[in-house]
């Protein structure tokens, strides 16, 4: 439970906690400190799959859109960890893995327990994204 002033009356937050913790101030710290990794993570977003540009005329439309971009945004999650571990690219934010690496055209095609990945471009990078790809679908 936290109280504070507010008005000249006192207000009570009440926080349930699952973590051990040796005292209440140190998840309090924790608690205060979670802001800034929410608004980086929205610019990041922002930025990467351009939502700050798109706005759709009816409102379906941009509820669609909106369902897209979470979705891709759930893909990128998954695959930058997963996919590009171990490669020269695991440091490379949602921004660049966007713009760098995922915008070289190419086909997957997968028979059976075999993944084939031909990315169509001469692209510096097209060699270890094709491996990273494979990998990420692979597995």
């Known amino acids: 439970m936290k109280r504070r002033r507010k008005d000249g009356q006192f207000q009570h937050s009440y926080y349930i906690l699952t973590l051990a913790l040796p005292c209440k101030s140190c998840f309090l710290r924790l608690y205060d400190n979670r802001g800034g ?18 706005h759709k005329r009816s409102f379906t439309g941009q509820q669609g859109y909106i369902l897209l971009t979470d979705l891709a945004h759930n893909l990128l999650a998954d695959f930058a960890p997963r996919g590009l ?20 055209p190419g086909l997957v095609s997968r028979a059976e327990d075999q993944v084939r990945i031909d ?13 990273c790809l494979v990998k990420y679908c692979s597995g």
């Open 37 to 54: 990794a929410e608004v980086e993570q929205f610019r990041n977003d922002k930025a990467s799959l351009s939502l700050e540009a798109r």
């Open 85 to 104: 571990a171990g490669s020269s690219f695991a440091g490379c934010g949602s921004k660049r893995i966007v713009r760098d690496l995922l915008r070289m």
């Open 119 to 131: 990315l169509l471009s001469q692209n510096q990078f097209d060699e270890e994204l094709a491996m």
